[in-house]
C-alpha cells in the first residue's frame, strides 16, 4: 500500500530556532496536508495544499507542495513554547481517497 | 461552529462490558470517520460514512460496531474488546468524500476518547 516516509522523527530545539520537516513518498498524490496534535487533543489542521508547486503559509508556518507531488515540506519559524506537539503529514491521491498519514515528527522547544 | 465534539472523553472497560463511544459535529458534513490511534503514531482508519451509509470498513473487528443515526450523529460500540485495543479514538468530519466527487474533503478531529480495557 502507499506510505509515507516523514522525517525527522523528533526534534529538540531551543526557542526562537527554525524548523523544517518533510514528507516523500513513492507515488503521487493530489492534495497534501499538514496537521498538529498536541497531548491528549485530535490532530487539527494547519495548511492543506492541492497544487503541485504551491507555497502556502499560516502565520508563522509554512508548507510546500513538491513540483513531483511525491514530497511536501513543513517549516516553522521562529518557533515558541506553544509549538510543541506531533505534526503528521498526510496525502492523499485519487486512488479512494483516503488519507494517508506519516509517521509523524514529534516537536519539543526549550524556552 | 467548526467543532467535533467527543464523550467521553475517557472510558475503561473491562472485557465483557459494552459500551458505546459518541460523535456529534453541526458543520453540515456528510462524511464522518472513526479513526484508532496509538500513543505517537498516526492515527489508523477503521470505518467511513458517507451520506449516513457506511461506504469503508478497513476490515475492522467486529467487536467494533459503528452507526450513523443522522448526518450529525457517529457512534461507535464497543463489546468483548481486549487489551490490545486500548487507543485514543478520533472521530472526524468532512463536507464531503471523494467517492462522491465533493470539492473540499478536510477532515476535522474531535478530540478523541481515551479508551482502556481492562
Known amino acids: 500500500g502507499q506510505q509515507l516516509n516523514q522525517s525527522p522523527q523528533s526534534m529538540f530545539i531551543q526557542e526562537g530556532e527554525d524548523v523544517s520537516m518533510n514528507c516523500t513518498s513513492s507515488s503521487i498524490f493530489n492534495t497534501w496536508l499538514w496537521y498538529k496534535q498536541e497531548p491528549g487533543e485530535g490532530p487539527v489542521l494547519l495548511i492543506a495544499l492541492y497544487k503541485a508547486g504551491e507555497l502556502t503559509s499560516n502565520g508563522r508556518l509554512t508548507a510546500q507542495f513538491g513540483i513531483t507531488r511525491k514530497d511536501s515540506f513543513l517549516n516553522i519559524s521562529a518557533s515558541i513554547p506553544s509549538d510543541v506537539g506531533i505534526y503528521f503529514c498526510?496525502?492523499?491521491?485519487?486512488?479512494?481517497?483516503?488519507?494517508?498519514f506519516g509517521q509523524g515528527t514529534e516537536l519539543s522547544v526549550k524556552p | 461552529d467548526t467543532e467535533v465534539t467527543q464523550t467521553p472523553k475517557h472510558l475503561v472497560m473491562g472485557m465483557t462490558n459494552k459500551k458505546s463511544l459518541k460523535c456529534e459535529q453541526h458543520?453540515?458534513?456528510?462524511?464522518m470517520y472513526w479513526y484508532k490511534q496509538k500513543a505517537k503514531k498516526p492515527p489508523e482508519l477503521m470505518f467511513v460514512y458517507s451520506y449516513e451509509k457506511l461506504s469503508i470498513n478497513e476490515s475492522v473487528p467486529s467487536r467494533f460496531s459503528p452507526e450513523c443515526p443522522n448526518s450529525s450523529l457517529l457512534n461507535l460500540h464497543l463489546h468483548a474488546l481486549q487489551p490490545e485495543d486500548s487507543a485514543l479514538y478520533l472521530c472526524?468530519?468532512?463536507?464531503?468524500?471523494?467517492?462522491?466527487?465533493?470539492?473540499?474533503?478536510?477532515?476535522?478531529f474531535g478530540p478523541g476518547t481515551r479508551l482502556t480495557v481492562t
Open positions: 458543520m453540515g458534513h456528510r462524511a
Open positions: 472526524a468530519s468532512s463536507q464531503d468524500t471523494p467517492l462522491t466527487g465533493g470539492p473540499t474533503y478536510e477532515q476535522y
Open positions: 498526510a496525502g492523499r491521491s485519487n486512488q479512494g481517497g483516503k488519507l494517508i
